[in-house]
């Protein structure tokens, strides 16, 4: 089996590409190395075949540098396409308004049309549970209104629609998974990231987002790999379908913050707050029973998640993000 990752080499991409060479697939892993990390990706067995990992230093949204026939040549023979390359910092999509559009959107429509000409037979697609906004009932499930606050979540859903009519007439059946708050050992983004690096430079001193009561649910990354495979063994019964993938436990921003500084060993931390910015949900509760109906479970609860992602986070955060660029295959 073949398959090909994009975004192989960011914490989700990574994780994805590890689980796919276990169970002996050949991975084609492409990313822009925006948000991508040398680290994530550098113990792979190099090489083409069964359990072998090959690189592309590629941004699949950009047509000026790339033609689409270069996609074509990247996934061709390929059994599965895993989209995963995405722009993932919500706030700056009100300055850079194009960004979303040209990373989340675009670079669906480029490989979505590479698919089809391609004939790929699977294609799967990580979403977000950001285009729920903040949603009026809850739990919430797959069928709930889209309700955008950001670009982000804008270029996601609008994607999933691509998605969607893309499957009626092409070869692929396709899987969309909408995710909470993904954390885990080796996530180099989010709240926890955020709050160790700024206790790490000021211990006395914690500015928060908002007002702290910002309620979300979050899940681990292997409960999140769980999810997806679990989904694969169902492909073929629907030409696109789409599923919540959370654990129903919310914990509320402050919760996460109070953590952090017993985790450091501090005391006497000072927390300021501040207005949130658009796009931050209030609170969100999600109906993961679709799922759950195909035999998934989360193993890891989020309290455990949490802390398990700051000890990660504390012992990793004075490494500098890499910028070194990997060697394509």
Known sequence: MKAVVTGAAGFIGSKLVARLLEQKYEVVGID??????????????LGQGLGCFSFQLVDVSEP????????QSLIRG??????????????????????????????????????????????????STAQYGDPI????????????????????ASAEHFIQAYSQFSTF??????????????????????????????????????????????????????AIFIGLKNIEKKKFDAFNVAVPENRTVDFIADRVIEKMGL????????????????????????????????????????DRT???TIAHSNKLHSRKTPRSS
């Open 64 to 71: 000026k540098s790339m033609k689409i026939k270069k996609l």
């Open 78 to 127: 390929c059994d599965i396409v895993f989209h995963l390359a995405a722009y993932g910092v919500i706030w700056e999509g009100q300055k850079h308004r194009v960004r979303d559009f040209k990373n989340n959107f675009f670079g669906t429509l480029r490989m979505l049309e590479a698919c089809h000409i391609e004939k790929v037979k699977r294609f799967v697609f990580t979403s």
């Open 310 to 312: 700051i000890e990660w």
């Open 173 to 226: 059946n396709s899987l969309v998974f909408r995710f909470s708050n993904v954390i885990g050992e080796g996530c180099r983004r989010g709240v926890i990231w955020d709050f160790v690096k700024k206790l790490k430079t000021t211990p006395k001193k914690l500015s928060v987002l908002g007002d702290g009561r910002q309620s979300k649910e979050f899940i681990h990354v292997d409960d999140v790999l769980d």
């Open 267 to 306: 005391d006497g931390v000072l927390k300021s707050y501040s207005e949130k910015y658009i796009g931050d949900t209030s609170y969100i509760s999600l109906d993961t029973s679709k799922l759950r109906s195909l035999g998934w479970f989360p193993k890891i609860s989020t309290d455990e998640a949490i």
């Open 32 to 45: 822009n190395m925006i948000h991508g990390n040398l680290e994530n990706i550098s113990n792979f067995p």
């Open 137 to 156: 009932v809850s739990p919430t499930n797959e069928d709930a209104p889209i309700s955008s606050t950001s670009l982000y979540a804008a270029s996601k």
